[in-house]
């Protein structure tokens, strides 16, 4: 995998990956949890121990993009004080395409 930005606020983080064809959305997810949970508990920089939450929000990008997500996520703290992470999460599904009627889970 190649990380291009990691960003995000105390609720949750946003990053731009490449991820190679032989690897699922999946896979790279839980090496990317699993390693970083890992690194942060070796290292103790918290008193207790850290967990990530169970699931995961993925969006595919084109190259075109690239420079526009770094720059959302470059701007994590200005963005959050317009709209919460509900709304952000909303938003992102229906620009993706998806329907919001019938819910859907967000822990």
Do not use: C
């Not at 960003?7 to 959305?25: R, Y």
């Not at 929000?57 to 470059?74: A, H, L, N």
Request: charged share 25%; no cysteine; net charge negative.
């Amino acid at each position: 995998m190649f990380v291009h930005k990691v960003g995000g606020i105390e609720d949750h983080v946003h990053m731009l990956i490449e991820i190679p064809k032989n690897l699922t959305i999946i896979e790279a997810v839980k090496r990317l949890k699993g390693g970083s949970s890992s690194w942060i508990n070796s290292e103790k920089v918290f008193d207790a121990p850290f967990y990530w939450q169970d699931g995961y929000g993925g969006f595919t990008v084109g190259v075109t993009p690239v420079e526009k997500v770094i720059s959302y996520i470059e701007n994590q703290q200005e963005h959050h004080r317009k709209m919460n992470f509900q709304e952000e999460y909303e938003t992102m599904l229906l620009k993706a395409g998806y329907s919001l009627e019938g819910g859907y889970h967000l822990d």
